[in-house]
């Protein structure tokens, strides 16, 4: 369960037009644009009123297939969240650290790279790398929206914060590893309905300690 393979891609629901935005959620300062084409991200992003921070997932088909519109969405986006495959698709480079690099060339000056159970580096736009290791779970059962979760809570530590500095978005990140660490443990939408802030504060200061030497 380390490795992503696409079997089939079935677009359904990512066919769809985007959601129209209520007009008393179009001042959000921190969005996050899920997976879907890169032009309806785009449409998602244009209802907005001068976002503060906006970060954007993709994947592979849309790097495949959708490369020009792709390319269009991260000259306006603050950060770009993918994993390491994908990073590697997107840049033909196979180091993550010149991926890195190369993506944010791209636009986006915030590049984070997932590694499944080898954990995450980010490039800020200072230029400064961040490597975090995975939290250690030993009771995987479904990986399942381990990255929507991890940027579910990346984003909403940032937006409790306020702001997306180098300090807080690499708290953010641990919050995001240990928030996706809980929600492998139980399958579909189990472990992510039960989760608690307490437990994840608990998971994020063993994370540190583990951490220490």
């Not at 369960?1 to 209520?22: C, F, G, H, K, Y």
């Not at 200072?126 to 991890?150: E, I, R």
Request: charged letters at 20%; a neutral charge.
């Amino acid at each position: 369960m380390s490795q992503a393979l696409t079997d089939a891609v079935q677009l359904n629901v990512l066919a769809e037009r985007p959601p129209i935005v209520p007009e008393h959620f179009r001042d959000s300062e921190f969005v996050f644009l899920a997976n879907t084409h890169p032009s309806l991200q785009i449409q998602l992003l244009d209802q907005l009123k001068g976002p503060k921070f906006v970060a954007a997932d993709t994947m592979n088909c849309w790097i495949e297939n959708q490369a020009e519109d792709l390319k269009k969405l991260m000259g306006r986006i603050d950060a770009l969240i993918l994993n390491d495959g994908e990073a590697k698709m997107l840049t033909k480079i196979d180091h993550l650290a010149p991926a890195a690099q190369e993506l944010q060339k791209m636009g986006p000056k915030i590049i984070i790279i997932k590694k499944g159970s080898h954990g995450v580096i980010s490039l800020d736009k200072n230029g400064n790398f961040f490597s975090l290791p995975a939290y250690p779970t030993t009771n995987v059962k479904d990986p399942t929206g381990a990255g929507d979760a991890f940027a579910g809570a990346l984003m909403g530590y940032l937006a409790s914060a306020g702001k997306p500095d180098t300090g807080y978005l690499r708290t953010a990140i641990a919050y995001g590893t240990v928030t996706a660490s809980l929600v492998i443990e139980g399958f579909s939408l189990s472990a992510v309905a039960s989760v608690s802030r307490s437990a994840i504060d608990a998971r994020l200061d063993q994370l540190r300690k583990m951490m220490e030497f």
